[in-house]
């Protein structure tokens, strides 16, 4: 789903009112959502206390104010600034609004009240007064409901980053397309429950003002999922390779053979160095196992051209054998997770000169600490949100940069950025970050391309964390993803 940011968001605006749409009846439709919000969820509510800043953003309040007037709620109004400054359709909403406002300095939230949020959208710039903060941690301390206008006030619309303070809303009511700040943390915490209003800006003109971020789903790679026919064989479905480390930890490379074999790679085999293999081959099944002691013996099997992807890194161990590896498989689809990124640390550029020149067909899969190993300055930059840092980061490497976490971003050296939000909190438990790579390792092998097997793999992960419940364990994790034939 294309999300916008707020810089797109004011240019389809723009947009909308060139094309000879009324931005006043733009803020009318959005207000009207607002108080349509209020009513339809808080029908028992004493009062409404309406919190309108400087800007549209508090334009939409006082549009939201008057309606619930006229719907005969209690309003109470409140105004950040003189609203005599106010401009443009902000001006006219606050003309238009039959309420006596109070300034915002004397608001105290009280019991009963439900608060609208109309302080500050997308026009957020910079971070919040110190007296805004206290009143906004005041609000928050109350715990009365705290209905946000398009954001919760505080929260960057791109980046999710607290400005300062936020509110900690229950409802957050966003209009057209939701924003990145909507769903990168701690951005979607504060935002509550989300609900996106129609207020009649044509998707054409939608698609023109953005493009880069989406939220990752299946419209962005179900036509890339590879499809069964009923001349489907084993060795027409790829062939996935996984490196494994030694004895005592094959763990990881077996949790991440198994989910590409149950995504479908048509065989796995497991490489693993000759004194793992007894261990190893009491633990397998459906996957193969191959010794593959060095480079040479690597250098020999990589003939065999049916191999048609890999990954390395869950458990491999860090240093020269796994530097030595990823050199002989660049040039080949490969999921380098864990400490096939690690053995990279000091010497990130040697990395990027090995994926540099061809189509991106590696996908990196960094969590944040793995992540700051690679790009130490893109990581250390605090005026960037998340996405961005994956894109320069992808961009940097020519290779897909799936950033874990909570709120992993998937992006793609051509800009391309998916956030990905289906993922609940139990995914947190050891070795799911294996899977992760076995499952878009097992779709590279099926032909799918590296920006779609990336966010095919984040979204399918999630899915299966959610069939699998909370409690699960790495294991269960390949048992519970959805069939790929019903991923629309
Ligand atoms: N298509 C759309 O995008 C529509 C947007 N609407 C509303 O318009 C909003 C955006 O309006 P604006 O661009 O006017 O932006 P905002 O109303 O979010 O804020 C801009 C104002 O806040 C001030 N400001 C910014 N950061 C501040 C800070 N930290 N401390 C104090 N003042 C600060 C700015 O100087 C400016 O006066 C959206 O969030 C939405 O609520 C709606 O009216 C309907 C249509
Ligand atoms: N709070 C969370 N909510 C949802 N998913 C999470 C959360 N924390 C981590 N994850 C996901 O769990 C996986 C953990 O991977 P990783 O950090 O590599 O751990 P491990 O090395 O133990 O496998 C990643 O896919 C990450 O996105
Ligand atoms: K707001």
């Known amino acids: 789903m294309l999300l916008l940011t707020p810089e797109e968001m004011g240019r389809a605006d723009r947009l909308a009112a060139e094309s000879g749409i009324d931005s006043y009846g733009l803020m009318i439709r959005a207000g009207h959502a607002v108080s349509a919000a209020f009513l339809r969820l808080y029908p028992a509510a004493l009062r409404a206390d309406v919190l309108c800043g400087p800007g549209n953003n508090g334009g939409d309040g006082y549009i939201a104010a008057e309606a619930l007037k006229q719907a005969g709620v209690e309003v109470a109004l409140f105004h950040l600034g003189d609203p005599e400054n106010l401009k443009g359709d902000a001006r006219r909403a606050f003309q238009a609004c039959s309420i006596d406002g109070k300034p915002v300095e004397d608001y105290r939230p ?8 109309a302080l500050f959208g997308a026009g957020l710039q910079r971070p919040l007064s110190d007296a805004l903060c206290m009143l906004i941690s005041q609000v928050n301390e109350a715990a009365e409901p705290v209905i946000a206008v398009d954001l919760p006030s505080g929260i960057s619309g791109l980046t999710g980053k607290v400005q300062g303070a936020a509110f900690s809303a229950a409802h957050t009511v966003t209009f057209m397309r939701a924003k990145p700040g909507h769903f990168l943390l701690p951005g979607r915490e504060h935002c509550g429950r989300l609900d996106v209003f129609d207020i009649g800006i044509p998707q054409r003109i939608l698609e023109e003002a953005g493009g880069g971020h989406h939220l990752n789903g299946p419209d962005l790679f179900a036509s890339a999922l590879p499809a069964l026919t009923a001349s489907s064989h084993k060795f027409r479905r790829g ?7 030694g004895p005592s930890a094959s763990g990881a490379a077996r949790l991440s053979a198994t989910a590409g074999l149950r995504t479908g790679a048509g065989l796995v085999t497991l490489a693993v160095p000759p004194n793992a293999a007894m261990v190893v081959a009491n633990q397998v099944t459906a996957v193969m196992l191959k010794a593959v002691p060095d480079v040479a013996a690597l250098d020999e099997w990589l003939e065999d051209k049916r191999l048609s992807a890999f990954v390395l890194g869950p458990g491999f161990g860090v240093g020269e054998k796994a530097r030595a590896f990823v050199s002989a498989l660049a040039s080949r689809p490969l999921v380098l997770d864990a400490d096939g990124i690690s053995s990279f640390a000091d010497e990130p550029d040697a990395l990027f000169a090995l994926l540099s020149g061809a189509d991106p067909h590696c996908v990196l899969t960094p969590h ?12 250390a930059d605090d005026n960037i949100g998340k996405p961005e840092k994956a894109r320069r980061a992808a961009e940097r490497a020519n290779a897909i940069v799936l950033y874990k976490g909570a709120d992993t971003v998937i992006a793609a050296p051509d800009g391309r950025i998916a956030i990905n939000a289906n993922a609940p909190p139990w995914l947190a438990t050891a070795g799911s970050g294996d899977v992760l790579a076995g499952i878009i390792g097992g779709l590279l092998a099926q032909g799918t391309p590296a920006f779609e097997a990336a966010c095919a793999g984040a979204w399918l992960h999630g899915q299966a964390a959610k069939r699998a419940g909370e409690g699960l364990t790495a294991e269960d994790l390949p048992n519970h993803l959805p069939p790929l034939s019903g991923v629309s």
């Open 110 to 117: 009280a019991a009963g009240a439900v608060i609208i949020d």
């Open 239 to 245: 062939h996935l390779g996984v490196f494994s480390g």
């Open 368 to 379: 944040e600490g793995e992540f700051a190993r690679l790009f130490p300055d893109i990581a």
